[in-house]
């Protein structure tokens, strides 16, 4: 089955633990387990030397906040785009979190991740 043939509840069920899990590994600089489930497309593109660059150099990218408020799913072409609310634990404000998700050898894996 295609991702965006997935209702959206379906969808969030898969995101959610992803996003927190990408949050989770951000915080805690952890680029091994941060690429984990990295298409092997986005993989190549995330230089090791550059994620651990923003780890190491970006306040943002080290107190992401556990919580979370979803905003809406995106379907295009074979994949879905799930949009947050983001907050940080030590900067004033919200940010927009896109995970860009679809299916890569049988298993749904993560095409794009931002905070913007």
Same mark, same amino acid.
Do not use: C
């Given at each position: 089955?295609?991702?965006?043939? &997935?209702?959206? =509840?379906?969808?969030?069920?898969?995101?959610?633990?992803?996003?927190?899990?990408?949050? &989770?590994?951000?915080?805690e600089?952890?680029?091994? =387990?941060?690429?984990? &489930?990295?298409?092997?497309?986005?993989?190549?593109?995330?230089?090791q030397?550059?994620?651990?660059?923003?780890?190491?150099?970006?306040?943002?990218?080290?107190?992401?906040?556990?919580?979370?408020?979803?905003?809406?799913?995106?379907?295009?072409?074979?994949?879905?785009?799930?949009?947050?609310?983001?907050?940080?634990?030590? &900067?004033?404000?919200?940010?927009? *979190?896109r995970?860009?998700? *679809?299916? =890569?050898?049988?298993?749904?894996?993560?095409?794009?991740?931002?905070?913007?």
């Amino acid at each position: 089955m295609n991702i965006i043939d &997935k209702t959206d =509840e379906e969808i969030r069920a898969i995101a959610d633990p992803l996003w927190r899990d990408l949050v &989770k590994h951000s915080n805690e600089g952890n680029y091994g =387990e941060f690429v984990r &489930k990295f298409s092997s497309s986005l993989a190549l593109a995330v230089n090791q030397v550059v994620a651990g660059h923003q780890f190491a150099n970006s306040e943002l990218a080290r107190s992401l906040s556990g919580d979370i408020d979803p905003l809406g799913i995106i379907r295009r072409g074979e994949h879905v785009t799930v949009l947050y609310r983001q907050r940080s634990t030590k &900067k004033p404000g919200e940010w927009l *979190g896109r995970l860009v998700l *679809g299916h =890569e050898d049988g298993e749904v894996r993560i095409f794009g991740a931002s905070i913007f």
